[in-house]
């Protein structure tokens, strides 16, 4: 199996257009200690042929251009993108589909919820039902979104997309809205969580053994963004556990024996951005790496 | 006034992700011949400080951080761009509103039913109303999007958005739904017209004696994607004139004096996208620019 975070930054990317946090100032600023980073998107193969998209990030069309295995091999019109996953209906993730238009087929798999949140929006009808059948997967039953790539969804603790909050919305609670995606190939496994409010203990069992954990790195504490001044949500009314702390994932996933532990989804306020910083160096002490764009695993 | 074309080119882009045409092709392979170029944007200031963004496309992001005047400049959270005018509601004019969220005020403008095409999509709520303000424009009434810049929008013939097409769409209505925008300051016009299917006697009268005009270049020829053997559609059904031909922009605007020509909303399979080609040295030669990323203009 090969991975490659296309995407390794939460929703805004680094830098975000309209931010000037000190890691967002050094980014703009082509300081070389915080790398730009895209947002959150990741593709999966059995070969390095035939790929997974697992979620469509708004930078996808710039993503897929730094990204030779994704470019369109042969004939006039041609994608190694077969199929795409959704983990949730977050713009984030959800945006790049619009980007994927032109009358290429495709499969787009995501659970009911999150394909009814989209399909309500009908601005997605771009995605001509002749091109790309939308395809319902329930939870915890393994699907082949790709052959040879086997594919688990499970519920996380997590919350409705910003854009459907209503009032104040309940965080927490493990339904079909926020899942992570267990993937297998080869008698290999990678677990993909990118939003998770909880480390649970349902959780732990699942991603006991992964050879590969990419996990939320959203926010380093879960006032990250307070402490920075640009906003008053905590991680956890944002649906992220944050890095460190009691309860926090480093500490919560200590005991589970995982292959490789990799921080994604990560905020522009998260200090880890700052290569050899404090937190940079904290996280990296516990057995974590911190994803940049373009990281390639294979497995 | 100045104006930098953000993104040149038509949906898709070039390259296109999907696509392997010839133009595509060289573009994938870094070719100089053609240049990459993100999709349809503009932004316009009348003092350099404060911007005008006409249509917000999927490449919104990469086209912020590709040029230094629309960076944020001053405190945690700010943006250049104080107002955003949409002349059409095609993916590659409104797919970049996602992008710009993030609680940044500022203004939307377009006709009514271009806002209603867009609010009628609940994702675009992640532009918060308390943040956001929808602001219709009627059509020949000038406006002050940003202060310093008049700006007047007009019906020209086009069609619906490909999104909200039902069976054979009507093409050549000259409504709310596609418009041209004539843009002054400082005793300056520009005009803006990324999307026209048929250049009328109105047209002309209204763009005799601008400075600057952008104008629709998606294709050379009515039938360039059916040449290329990607598409089975023309440039009208798609809603835009050809740049040659009888009736073609170059012939119907040759008599109407206009300071300065310049095609913008370029399709991948247009052969002027190929510098030095026998088409693009044929629109030169009739006094039109092929308009490339980032191309600014001071007038």
Redesign the interface.
Known sequence: MQAIILGSAA???V???????PH?TMA?AGDARVK?R?QSSLAVSPDGETWLLVNAS?????Q??ATPAL??A??????PIAAVLLTNGD?DH??GL???????PFRLHATRNILDSVS???????LAPEHVARREVALDESFAPVPGLAVTLFAVPGKVP???EEGTPEIGQETETTVGALIEAGGKRLAYVPGCARVTDDLRRRLSGVDVLLFDGTVYLDDDMIR????TKTGWRMGHVPMTGEGGAIAALAEVPIGRRIFVHINNTNPVLVEESEARRAVEAEGWTVAHDGLTLTL
């Open positions: 929703g805004g990317g830098p975000q257009w309209n931010c000037r946090c967002c703009w730009p895209t708004p930078d996808i069309r710039q897929l251009f470019h369109p042969r004939g006039l019109r041609h994608s713009v959800v945006a619009l980007t994927l238009r032109e009358s290429q309500a929006n009908r601005v997605f009808d771009v910003l854009w459907l920075a001044g640009v906003g």
